[in-house]
């Protein structure tokens, strides 16, 4: 059987998180009750004129310069005319000829492996009202979301598997939220992709036909529809059948695809500028103030992390998940302590339960008792692990207790006086002297048994590094 590549497109729709909509001045709110967020402008009646939101072309311009995206200096708005219940002024406010950006790239990580691909434009643009079809012989419209502005990314066909297109989304998301242009709920529906799905023969030099799925709104929901779409797009052309231009609907119940309708003609919109709402001229200074506002990028914190306090790569991974956490390392690690053991403590106890106990970082634990727990881990005076598992949760539950206090009544810190310990070490030895001898005939794995055995019947009085030193001087004696 031949082999077949898969060739991906993306149109992706991003709500933006501006107080009011795009062109009127009520909340930029639609999950209220239904129509309660409604003015003359959104609903256009006779005589109500848009006024552009000047945070959306803010916004717009933030995510174009956060990809290099070129930022066309003077930009308009198109109607894009179609009549729809759920779209009162029956058109559309966007941009077509000359949008705000052009081209750029994006680079994230799939699978381990780096991909980059072309950005075709970023556009702004209002979103429609709500229809709901789900009733027995009428339709429900809310147009609480009607007016909401969106930003649409539109790639080059560069993607090459559903995985990949998932991962772009999920850096998508990632990026969105650190720049602050959108809370970025895929499941929200924040962010909605339309997958333009082809397929062709591997090696071939021509694309073949698309299709187009359309709104899927979950990064893992993309996943399928792709797979599913260019499997059966597959299976029609070794059938023998033609693939033809068609949008497509997903159904994330079975996760398969079905045609909404064939696109026989293209569809004509009949844009044209927007005669109430003049171009747009964009300064030089306006964008060297919003170039300045970008703050942290997910690669830029990461580089930070690794170069300025050498954190391991693995919890990099976890630092930069969020601009809130990656801030929240930077600030800690700023304080001078043990970088390695600050990066530890986030990664492996505060973030764990923050996400637990749904508090933000900054409200877990005051930073001056991180300082004295980093002071206690490298000073070895208690086991990492006693602290880790006993001392951090009472320090969470009892906010008016002392550091030391805690430290005191759970009995964590280990003796001055290790000599206890040899005595434990010879009984523990003298109880498995099977074990002894195939330790010492080359079975040196066997260390962690005995340590185990031997921690078992000291707690955490012991220090660990001395009871292995006193262990490894024993074992290797004889
Ligand atoms: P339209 O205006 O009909 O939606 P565009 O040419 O603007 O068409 O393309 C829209 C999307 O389809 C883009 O994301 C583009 O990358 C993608 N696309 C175009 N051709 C193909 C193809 N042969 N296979 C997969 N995706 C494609
Ligand atoms: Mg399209």
Redesign the pocket.
């Known amino acids: 059987m031949q082999n077949f590549e898969t060739?991906?497109?993306?149109?992706v729709h991003i709500q933006l998180n501006t107080n009011s909509k795009a062109f009127s001045t009520e909340k930029n709110k639609f999950d209220l009750n239904p129509n309660n967020n409604i003015s003359s402008v959104t609903l256009a009646l006779p005589g109500t004129l848009p006024v552009a939101n000047v945070n959306h072309m803010h916004k717009a311009i933030k995510l174009g310069l956060a990809f290099d995206c070129h930022i066309n200096e003077i930009n308009y708005f198109d109607r894009k005319n179609y009549f729809y219940p759920d779209l009162p002024k029956g058109y559309q406010i966007t941009q077509d000829a000359q949008t705000i950006c052009k081209g750029g790239t994006i680079t994230f990580m799939s699978q381990g492996v780096e991909k980059t691909i072309r950005i075709?434009h970023i556009h702004m643009e209002e979103d429609a009202g709500k229809s709901s079809h789900d009733q027995s012989s009428y339709s429900l419209i809310d147009y609480n979301r009607a007016g909401t502005p969106l930003l649409e990314l539109?790639?080059?066909?560069?993607f090459r598997s559903g995985q990949e297109a998932h991962d772009f989304l999920a850096h998508l998301q990632k990026i969105v939220q650190y720049l602050d242009v959108s809370d970025g709920n895929m499941e929200e529906g924040s962010i909605r992709c339309?997958c333009?799905?082809?397929v062709r023969p591997l090696g071939s030099p021509t694309?073949?036909?698309?299709r187009?799925i359309k709104n899927v709104n979950s990064k893992k929901f993309a996943k399928i529809a792709i797979e599913y779409e260019a499997k059966a797009q597959i299976e029609e052309i070794t059938a023998g059948n033609t693939i033809y231009k068609t949008t497509m609907l997903f159904d994330p119940e079975n996760g398969t695809t079905r045609p909404m309708r064939k696109k026989e003609t293209?569809n004509d919109y009949r844009y044209f500028p927007e005669p109430d709402l003049p171009p747009i001229h964009i300064s030089a200074q306006l964008l060297e103030t919003i170039k300045n506002q970008i703050e942290w990028l997910p690669q830029t914190l990461a580089k930070e992390l690794s170069t300025k306090y050498h954190v391991p790569s693995h919890h990099i991974e976890v630092l930069t998940e969020s601009v809130g956490i990656g801030k929240y390392a930077l600030s800690l690690l700023s304080q001078g302590l043990n970088p390695k053991e600050c990066a530890d403590l986030l990664v492996l106890k505060m973030i764990p339960l923050a996400i637990e106990s749904d508090t933000v970082l900054d409200e877990l634990i005051p930073f001056e008792k991180i300082r004295q727990i980093i002071n206690l881990i490298d000073s070895g005076k208690a086991s990492k692990a006693s602290i880790y598992q006993e001392l951090i949760p009472a320090i969470i539950k009892n906010k008016n207790q002392t550091v030391e206090e805690l430290t005191q009544n759970l009995g964590i810190l280990t003796s001055e006086d290790q000599s206890f310990i040899d005595e434990i070490i010879s009984k523990v030895l003298q109880d498995f002297p099977d074990k002894v001898k195939e330790y010492r005939n080359g079975k040196t794995g066997l260390l962690g048994f005995f340590i185990g055995q031997i921690k078992r019947e000291v707690g955490n009085k012991a220090d660990l590094k001395v009871l292995n030193d006193k262990l490894m001087s024993i074992l290797n004696s004889k």
């Open positions: 060739v991906i497109g993306l149109e075709h539109v790639t080059e066909p560069d339309d333009n799905v082809s694309y073949g036909e698309r187009e293209e």
